[in-house]
């Protein structure tokens, strides 16, 4: 069994249309490509027919993944999480300790993650330090370039 992933409704939905899309939209297009190509005579020599076939071969291997992934996802369940503490899409506003810098982040999962929106992976290293995290904690989180402390100042769910 694959990787069990923990979806928004949004982030769900969002994964079931490129799914739908790739299966639907681009299998048909590389279909014809490859039927194009071989209308176009002799294939031991012919380059479109091969660049065809592996496109082919590559987006299957893409429905396959994603397909595995869809079949992995699980739906949270928002109205059960637990305020008092940093989970799974909660937003969390914190202070660097020794720049004084506030940041609001929303802890989301790895394929959800959108750092230009504030979101943040839970197993990014800044995710992995706030998960379980209450209000009035501080997080000391190693990142490659040392330890950083951040003051839990509020935690909510979006």
């Known amino acids: 069994m694959g990787k069990v992933s923990y979806y928004t409704e949004e982030g769900l939905k969002n994964l079931k249309e490129e799914l739908d899309h790739l299966r639907d ?17 002799d294939l031991s020599e ?23 992934t ?8 928002e109205s059960q999480l637990d305020t008092s503490k940093a989970l799974v899409l909660s937003t969390v506003k914190i202070k660097n300790q020794t720049n004084g810098m506030e940041m609001k982040y929303t802890l989301v999962a790895e394929s959800e993650a959108d750092l230009k929106s504030g979101k943040i992976s839970v197993n990014s290293p800044i995710g992995r330090g706030l998960l379980g995290k209450s209000v009035g904690d501080t997080a000391e989180i190693t990142v490659p370039n040392g330890t950083l402390k951040f003051d839990i100042l509020e935690i909510t769910r979006s």
């Open 25 to 41: 939209v681009e299998r048909p297009k590389a279909s014809q490509a490859i039927a194009e190509a071989r209308d176009k005579g």
């Open 46 to 68: 012919n380059a479109e027919y091969d660049a065809a076939k592996e496109a082919q071969g590559l987006l299957e291997m893409k429905i396959s993944k994603m397909e595995a």
């Open 70 to 77: 869809y079949a992995n996802a699980r739906l949270i369940d």
